[in-house]
């Protein structure tokens, strides 16, 4: 598999259960090794220092932690500090998201705004793993309207 060099922005799914903020430090000193680890996988490089960040975390489970929004999302972010970015003071936006699979039937996807080269991955993840995440990470290219932030990185 070819590395793709970071530019503006990065996209990957991970397969495994996430930790908490709250989780002992030797868990989530070999989560963010993981995280990291995955990372390297897929990417070459990090992307601009000084830029303004949007983060997001999907947690797909059907082993239910107990494990809050938040308390998954800055783990992540710490994970990917110097690897992904150079700072994750970079990150202006954040946002996390839960998700019970075995709350619902069917999840459907708005597939376009998944990037082509990881949606396989996802949907693999999805139906084999019982913890799966969806990163994200890009530059915010406006703050135009900070309320419709699902336009600020297209």
Not at 73 to 93: C, E, F, H, R, T
Request: negative net charge; contains cysteine.
């Amino acid at each position: 598999m070819n590395r793709k060099q970071v530019k503006n922005h990065f996209a990957f799914v991970y397969s495994g259960r996430p930790e908490s903020y709250n989780a002992n430090n030797t868990r989530k000193n070999i989560y963010k090794k993981k995280i990291s680890s995955t990372y390297n996988r897929f990417f070459i490089g990090k992307i601009d220092d000084g830029k303004d960040l949007y983060a997001i975390v999907y947690y797909f489970f059907r082993e239910d932690l107990n494990l809050d929004a938040d308390n998954i999302s800055k783990p992540m972010w710490d994970a990917l500090n110097n690897v992904g970015y150079s700072d994750d003071n970079q990150i202006k936006i954040r946002t996390a998201v839960s998700i019970n699979l075995c709350k619902y039937d069917i999840i459907d996807f708005d597939q376009d705004n998944i990037p082509s080269e990881i949606a396989a991955d996802l949907f693999e993840c999805l139906m084999e793993s019982d913890h799966t995440l969806y990163i994200e990470v890009g530059t915010i290219d406006n703050y135009e309207n900070i309320f419709n932030i699902s336009n600020l990185w297209k």
